[in-house]
């Protein structure tokens, strides 16, 4: 398989970086001082690179048309996994409570050995591993070297696991379903997104976009209806787990008096913004496409529109995950 054209690609991703910080700024403009954005800023890049390296392990399971891009799986797991490791270090330097660059090497094996999640960081880091040294051999296969085609089904569980760890161990999981709510947040979220990046890294041509945008379509339709089911419920939870004497205060003391409720209603909101943008995109976007009536830079462009409209809201939940 050739390589996905260099414009293109640049031009996927010079957009996402951008929106996930705006994310992450319009956050602590709602959330200060109970924030800690150098936290949220590496959260973001492993959050985004995790969904990424996820849709482009799921492509070949969109359309048979998609062959899986083991190098650019490569190069983004690698970026991931060093995303992660700054997530594991803010994280041990919050527990210590030191600042990062106080933080001690003793100190950080005591938090990866001891405390529950920095066990959990270390074992994200090795999945992403093994996932990204995986996806490297694939590039470089030979007929020698690999007996059969290798499989991207390995890279995708190893995805999803590692996106799933941090959120079913987090503080939804002291809550009933709260770990299954957040690891369904969390995954379909990651789904959404890292397909549609997937689709503006990989696809060439109107034909490909013709045959691979509706099926994307009928698969986000579900997959935003499980992100905004499951994030009122979490969003609910945590506000009434924090204000259990007041139920009936959520929206007046939780919403608007918090700095985390202020996050959550600037989430929703983007969250509707999507949905009615998904909504024009299925009646103007995917017919033009899948009837070859619209160019491929076209179908990119509003590819990359569309998911950096959703890395804003995944800045804004890798503030939330930080937010007091």
Known sequence: ???????????ALSALLPAGLLGVGLAWLL???DFAPAAALIRVVADGTGATVLGLA???RLHERLRTPWLAMAVLGGVW???EAGVLVCGAAEVVGVPVVDLGAGQFADYVGQVGTGRIGLAVLLGVAVLTGYSA????RDGRSWPAEPSADLVLVFAAVALALRPVTGHMSQQPLGSVLAAAHALAAAAWLGLLVALALVARGRAEWAAALPRYSALALPLAAVVATTGVLNGFIRLAADDPARPAGLVGTGLVGTGYGRVLLAKAT???ALLALGWWWRRDWVRRASGHRMSAGDSLRRAVLDAALMTIAFGLAAALAVTA
């Open 137 to 140: 051999l694939a590039f470089r």
């Open 1 to 11: 398989m050739s390589a996905p054209t260099s414009g293109r690609d640049a031009a």
């Open 31 to 33: 959330a200060r001082p």
């Open 81 to 83: 996994w060093v995303a």
């Open 58 to 60: 799921a492509l070949p």
């Open 270 to 272: 983007v969250l509707v």
